[in-house]
């Protein structure tokens, strides 16, 4: 079994977004950019929240916990159509994803196959987040890509609220939004990868990085069907897992509220790498 972690960092985008090109959703792979599709086989998956409720509520957006919006965020990605159905659940048996592979770990930090919490830690299983603010491990089988489970790590250690719009700071700090986070770490749990990593310029939630994107994009839905079609895909879906060739400009991601560069992830940094490992 292999595993690859992903994680979301932050990008304020002050005003422009790049024209959407026919196509740029990029599906996980089991290795580089050859190799089958990461993607489940089975019809859906049970995602367990343990985010649980903070202490000030409602927050921003009226919510009452933050599971309400983990569960919005999984029937965002449930609305669009996908033959792939996202079931959220609220707590349960929690069995800690880290840990070395073996008994409870069918993979190496994941925990047994089809358990996929989705918890606030300190570290995902030890590595620092650095200044990524969630992560997702797709543990899969090498040979075929069937995912086998895919626990999300929330960063307890940046400040989260739920709320529409752009990225908020407050006294310099930015504030989070988790509706937004955990919609984009669903994403990963399908089986979707950063377009932006794979020198792509699109606009969509599956970016590597926090913007005013906030809700599922064309280019969202697209790979989501490209993974788990249902026949008819929406007019103007593109499916078929792939790579596209465009070359992207990073351009349009030079306007930056100056106060935030301190936490935007730095390229090739160790946590932005997806890292497998094999079975021996
Ligand atoms: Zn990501």
Redesign the pocket.
């Known amino acids: 079994m292999s595993s690859r972690p992903?994680?979301?960092?932050l990008l304020a985008l002050l005003a422009l977004v790049p024209p959407a090109p026919a196509s740029a959703f990029v599906c996980l792979r089991t290795q580089g950019d050859s190799g089958p599709c990461l993607r489940w086989v089975q019809g859906g998956a049970v995602l367990k929240s343990f985010l649980g409720v903070p202490p000030n509520v409602p927050l921003i957006n009226g919510t009452l916990s933050w599971d309400q919006n983990a569960i919005n965020a999984a029937n965002d990605w449930n609305a669009v159509g996908i033959a792939f159905h996202l079931d959220p659940r609220v707590g349960g048996d929690f069995f800690d994803p880290c840990g070395p592979r073996g008994a409870g770990h069918v993979c190496h930090n994941t925990g047994p196959a089809g358990d996929n919490p989705i918890h606030f830690v300190d570290s995902a299983c030890g590595g620092g987040f650095g200044d990524i603010v969630?992560?997702?491990t797709n543990c899969f089988d090498a040979a075929s890509g069937a995912m086998l489970n895919a626990p999300v790590f929330v960063n307890r250690n940046v400040d989260w609220n739920a709320y529409d719009g752009p990225i908020r700071v407050v006294n310099t700090r930015v504030v989070h939004d988790l509706r937004r986070v955990i919609l984009?770490?669903f994403?990963?749990v399908l089986g979707l990868?950063?377009p932006d990593e794979n020198d792509q310029a699109v606009v969509a939630i599956?970016n590597?990085r926090e913007s005013s994107v906030d809700r599922l994009q064309a280019d969202d839905v697209s790979g989501g069907f490209s993974l788990y079609p249902n026949a008819p895909a929406p007019s103007g879906t593109n499916t078929g897992c792939q790579l596209v060739a465009d070359v992207a400009t990073r351009a349009w991601w030079v306007l930056i509220v100056p106060p935030l560069l301190g936490v935007m992830r730095r390229r090739g940094s160790p946590n932005r790498r997806a890292t497998r490992s094999r079975l021996p």
């Open positions: 992903r994680g979301l960092a969630a992560a997702t984009h770490e994403g990963h990868d950063h599956m590597s």
